[in-house]
C-alpha cells in the first residue's frame, strides 16, 4: 500500500503504512432536497478524486506519481494521497483543498499551462481505466486534524437519504462525538458532498496501528453512548462502505 499525506515530505516519501479508505461509491440518489438548518460556509473546499488503476500497471503509477507529484503540489495542496489495499482493488484516492472555486478554477488553469505536468500527466493517464471526482465542504461544526505520525486511516462514506444536515447533523454530530470523546478514533475530518455523488458524507479517521482500530471497534461496540448514538444514525443512512488503503 502507499500513502502520502499532508506536507510535501510525506507527500515524496517512500514509507508505506496502512489507511482505510472508502472508495467504491456506487449507489447514490440523484436528488438535492430543499432544507433549512447548518449550512456549511462559503470558502475552502475539498476535490476528493478517486483513480481506478490498470491491475499490471499499478507499480509503474506509484513510481511515476512519486517522481512527478512535486510538479503538481507547486499549484495547490494535497491534503493526502492513498492506494487500496483491500476491499476497492487497484485504485487510488487523494484529496485536494481549495480557497474556493474561482481558487480552483484558477489552479485549474495553471495547471492545463504548466507544460512539464502535462508530459507527466500523458504517461500517467494510459495507466488508468477510470477517474471520479466530487467536490464537498467540511461539515461547519468540523475543522480538518492533523495526523500525529504515520498510522492507519479509516475513510467511512455513507449514502444518505435526501435532507441535508438539517436532517441528519445532530444525530451524526453525536455518533462522531461518542467516538472522540472515549478515544476510540482520531478524527481528521467529516466531509458533506456538492457535486458528484449527492447526499453523501466522508468520515476520514486517524488510528495509530489496524490492531488499536480493531480494539477501538470492539470498545465502541459494547459502549451503550455509541451504539444508541449510531443507531438513531442508521435511520439517517442507506448505505455505508470502509476499504483498507
Known amino acids: 500500500m502507499y500513502s502520502m499525506i499532508t506536507n510535501l515530505e510525506t507527500i515524496i516519501s517512500t514509507n508505506y503504512f496502512y489507511a482505510f479508505v472508502s472508495l467504491k461509491l456506487n449507489v447514490f440518489q440523484d436528488c438535492s432536497p430543499f432544507a433549512t438548518g447548518p449550512r456549511q460556509e462559503l470558502g475552502t473546499i475539498y476535490e476528493f478524486r478517486t483513480y481506478d488503476i490498470k491491475p499490471a500497471k499499478t507499480k509503474e503509477f506509484l513510481e511515476l506519481v512519486n517522481k512527478s507529484i512535486k510538479i503538481r503540489t507547486v ?40 507544460k512539464e505536468w502535462q508530459e507527466k500527466l500523458g504517461e500517467i493517464l494510459p495507466l488508468l481505466d477510470k477517474q471520479h471526482m466530487e467536490i464537498a465542504y467540511m461539515v461547519p461544526w468540523c475543522k480538518l486534524g492533523t495526523p500525529p ?44 458532498t456538492e457535486y458528484g455523488f449527492l447526499n453523501t458524507v466522508h468520515v476520514l479517521w486517524w488510528f495509530e496501528n489496524p490492531d488499536i482500530r480493531a480494539a477501538g471497534r470492539h470498545m465502541a461496540h459494547e459502549d451503550a453512548r455509541v451504539v444508541a448514538a449510531g443507531f438513531i444514525f442508521c435511520h439517517r443512512a442507506t448505505t455505508g462502505r470502509w476499504h483498507i488503503l
Do not use: C
Open 75 to 114: 499549484h495547490s495542496q494535497m491534503t493526502g494521497f492513498w492506494t487500496a489495499e483491500f476491499g476497492a482493488m487497484n485504485k487510488a484516492f487523494h484529496i485536494w483543498k481549495y480557497d474556493n472555486f474561482a481558487h480552483r478554477a484558477a489552479v485549474r488553469k495553471s495547471v492545463v499551462n504548466d
Open 149 to 192: 505520525k504515520e498510522g492507519v486511516y479509516e475513510l467511512v462514506t455513507y449514502q444518505l437519504k435526501p435532507g441535508g444536515p438539517a436532517l441528519w447533523g445532530n444525530s451524526f454530530k453525536a455518533a462522531i462525538d461518542a467516538h472522540v470523546s472515549k478515544g476510540y478514533a482520531k478524527l481528521i475530518g467529516f466531509f458533506h
